[in-house]
């Protein structure tokens, strides 16, 4: 009986030393692995692999480092994530990154690379490759994006922000915490949580016992309500950053543009006649170029008589330059701009061409590009802006209303581009499947709207159409349209007897009929000087650079461009 009291006394010895060390915290040093979350097999690291943060979220993508503990980003993720800049060359196997110096060039496993044409070296290779994958140093991306950045092993993470919008936060309060897996006292632990320590919170719980939190070092997990103070919205300090600056031309006038439509070099003896009959624009953009073949052959309907006329008027020629083959076609626009060759036998024919001409300016103008060749086209108006800045001509760029093409990276547009213009039209176009207006009040307002969320006021000129779209719909619903100047569609209604309303909606004066020939019904919304009044307040209204006008030919007459001309001269 004796032993087995002093049995039952030492164990009971035993636990209370047990409490009095977990009461000090000393037991948790003596944790079960089975009670730490397997990190390496809950998120597939493998060895000299690391998990990516971003913004509190953790990236599919892994980095790597390089045996020697430099870290590397895989460049598709560096581009996607961090900075659209880092271009991957796929059919040089190299990296592209365009500085205000210069085109960097950075082959792979290589200390040595290029900017323009100079030579430089680096302590350790920007990009390396690995399983034919290109990866570029995390310390380069941290170098040229705004952006904080930390490495963490044991395990290895990599934890980054590029967002310093105000932040839910809270502080650990409890002397114990832990931050777990999941919520629950079964799961697995991350690790212990140190008094006074800041957490992002992702969810509070809502009265709840727990809360999803990350810690700063990265851990995504979740923490009970007990050991957290109240959170609240918490403002993050940015890290210091300066842009590069990419210099370009900015007029000192608001911009009158007109666009050309020419079809043919004797459409160019036009200029002449057009220029007595439309007063007040100081651009004019003729549709000049395009692509003859994939190979990147273009075709020039270009004129230096053109030109010269052009500048004894005082008017500036900003040759339009688009991605017409018998039509807008972004899948072989592709196949020229993904090959670097290409792209440089472009701005090769491009840069003769303006010398030839005396051109004043460039107006890009690719439609159709498709989210695969966004990044090719991106870079390409980099290589196209750098042509300009060495010819110190105008470099500008025609976009749809980014409502609809949120792939094209405005922003980065913006800073290579002098000018950025808003096609603001094309609300309801020849695909359309319901009648509507081309460009609604509305429409156009938003469009501006975004697209001054990502570009600089005193680069967006608005674009507005000098026609619309006469709308026929049959018996069974099935809807038909065509294009129609200013005269042509009030002709239409006048023809029917038909006065035109206007239409609260969309800001324009309206008008339908059935024919009597065909028995659908007709429906217009006109472009007249009402629409054209109200379009150019609203240029007026966002003080954008100016204002451009599809196309010499649409509009009723010399009083339509004495009215833009009235706002802007």
Known sequence: MNKIRRIMEMLFISVCILCILGGCGIVD??????DLVDYNSTYGVSDGEYTITLNNTMLEAKAIDDGAGNVYMDVNTANKYYNSRIYWE???NCVLYATPEGMAQYMPDSTTYTVGMTSAASSIPVVINRNGMLYISLDFIKENTKMDSAVFTAPNRVVTRTNWDDAYMTTVTGKKAVIRYQGGIKSPVFRDLERGEKLYVLDDGAGDEWAQVVTEDGYNGWVENEDLDTPLMTALEEPEFAEPVFTGISKNYKINLAWHGVYSEAANEELGQILTEVPGINTISPRWFYFANTEGDMVTLGSADYVNTAHA???EVWAMFSNEFTNFDGEMTNEILSSRSKRQHVLNQLSGWIDEYHLD????????????????????????SALCREKQIVFSIDNYTPMYWRHYNHKEEGIFADYIIIMGYDEHHTGSDVAGSVASMNFVRQGIEDMLAMVPKEKVINAIPLYTRVWATDANGVVESFNAGMTEAAGYLESHGVTPVYDENTGQNYGEYTSEVDGRRYQIWLEDQTSLRSRLEMIQEYDLAGVASWSIGWESGPEIWQIIASYFN
Do not use: C, H, P, T
């Open 29 to 34: 040093d003596f944790r079960s692995e089975k």
């Open 361 to 384: 300016g460039i107006n890009l103008d690719f439609e159709m590009i498709g989210e695969s060749g966004a990044d090719n086209y991106i870079q390409f108006v980099r290589e196209l």
């Open 313 to 315: 008027a005082g008017v």
């Open 90 to 92: 796929e059919d040089e």
